[in-house]
């Protein structure tokens, strides 16, 4: 069946660092891929999305690019802000029909040191 | 984007006892989708609410569980019922708009 696979954390970074957060996926057809992120005693919330191959996806100057030969869709920062604190969540929505529900990776949780 | 009231917010919970999750969209929506939370886990669909049909319950979730209302395109209600210390997670309502979905602030629900 369809799945996500992304890089277990947690993971450590200092202030300006580059990120980089591998996410994998399995999935017949042409699925819509997604970045979700949690702050700490916060909700879900969409940070980026792309829906179809070679989509770059980007905001608050993070960014992804749906890569369909290595069924990939990582996510990168150049340079990470204690603010970017977090737990990020890579998933997958089918294509098609009425199967609208997301399909999610396990999370990695990220925490910027000053 | 649509938004989401979900409340309670959180809750500390007798076992053996039910508790109702309300969720209201300030929008029309055909699908409402129920995830649980575990700690430390990936968010899990637990069912997807049609208004005017049953819902239906992802494998490993029963109806007699997670009963789920959905009197309208803008309400829903999951419960969880019969609790035990194993149901403690957070509880998130879902609705798809576009090409992404909304989520509910969560429920994080006790059970001792």
């Known amino acids: 069946g369809d799945s996500v696979t992304q890089m277990e954390g947690p993971v450590t970074l200092s202030e300006e660092a580059f990120l980089t957060i591998n996410c994998t996926y399995t999935?017949?057809?042409?699925?819509?891929l997604f970045w979700y992120v949690q702050y700490p005693g916060e909700g879900l919330q969409l940070l980026l999305k792309a829906t179809k191959a070679d989509d770059k996806g980007s905001n608050k100057g993070f960014e992804a690019t749906y890569r369909k030969e290595t069924t990939s869709f990582h996510l990168e920062k150049g340079s990470v802000q204690v603010s970017d604190s977090a737990v990020y969540f890579c998933a997958l929505r089918r294509s098609g029909g009425s199967q609208g529900n997301l399909i999610f990776g396990k999370g990695t949780k990220l925490s910027v040191k000053p | 984007s649509a938004v989401i009231s979900q409340k309670p917010s959180r809750d500390i919970c007798q076992r053996g006892t039910s508790l109702t999750i309300q969720c209201q969209v300030d929008s029309q929506v055909t699908m409402m989708f129920w995830y649980r939370q575990q700690p430390g886990q990936s968010l899990t669909l637990i069912a997807t609410?049609?208004?005017?049909?049953?819902?239906?319950?992802e494998s490993g979730f029963v109806i007699d569980k997670f009963p789920i209302s959905r009197p309208n395109l803008t309400f829903s209600t999951l419960t969880v019922s019969n609790m035990s210390p194993e149901d403690s997670s957070i509880y998130l309502c879902s609705v798809e708009v576009g090409t992404a979905s909304t989520f509910g602030s969560g429920t994080r629900l006790t059970v001792v």
């Open positions: 999935a017949t057809g042409y699925p819509s």
């Open positions: 609410a049609n208004q005017g049909s049953e819902a239906t319950y």
